[in-house]
């Protein structure tokens, strides 16, 4: 085979590749840290002595799929569970008496553009879930008097809550609002 047919031929399988990896990009989930708590010794101490194995208020905003609210507020928190590295906050959407007064977090799914943070703490019942897309996203934001840490997830094509891709939006967005504690560095 002449040296220009092979290169033509490897032009073409990559330009298939890339191609078949752009029609596929689709449905790849995608998570990111929000704010600049990280690092922040600070926050990761906050949300260990406000969420730490106790209950944490959870208001859940917006429901993609046809269910009953406190069906999916129940799913969406059981789903939360085991994701916050390792601080073992129960999300619960009715705390009980372990709850710390004035520490809550709020999930809203499909946030408008130019979403408040701190907004979204003070009066969550007054955010709205935008809808209309094939991206389904979730903000996560953890809450004191301020907005200690949030997190968003998003993918394309959910169908369901039993979709894998659902759980891996709440897994996520889970691990990506909880701070993280900084590395302690010894003094020479």
């Known amino acids: ?59 859940i905003i917006g429901n993609p799929f046809n269910m009953s609210k406190s069906d999916f507020g129940r799913q969406v928190t059981q789903l939360m569970q085991g994701n916050d590295r390792g601080i073992n906050a129960n999300f619960v959407t009715k705390p009980g008496s372990s709850a710390k007064v004035g520490y809550h977090a ?46 968003l997830a998003s993918a394309n094509s959910v169908s369901s809550i039993s979709d894998p891709k659902f759980s891996k939006i709440i897994e996520g967005v889970t691990f990506f609002m909880t701070p993280i504690e900084p590395p302690e560095f010894d003094s020479w």
Request: with cysteine; net charge positive; aromatic share 4%.
């Open 106 to 151: 709020v999930m809203l799914f499909n946030p408008s553009l130019g979403v408040s943070l701190s907004r979204v703490c003070s009066a969550p019942e007054n955010e709205r879930s935008s809808g209309g897309t094939d991206t389904l996203s979730a903000l996560l934001v953890f809450c004191g008097p301020t907005p200690i840490s949030a997190g």
């Open 1 to 59: 085979m002449p040296k220009n047919n092979k290169i033509a031929t490897i032009c073409i399988g990559l330009t298939a590749a890339i191609l078949t990896g752009c029609a596929t990009q689709n449905d790849v989930l995608s998570s990111k840290i929000l704010g600049s708590s990280r690092g922040s010794h600070s926050q990761h101490t906050t949300y260990q002595y406000a969420a730490g194995n106790r209950d944490l208020k959870t208001t």
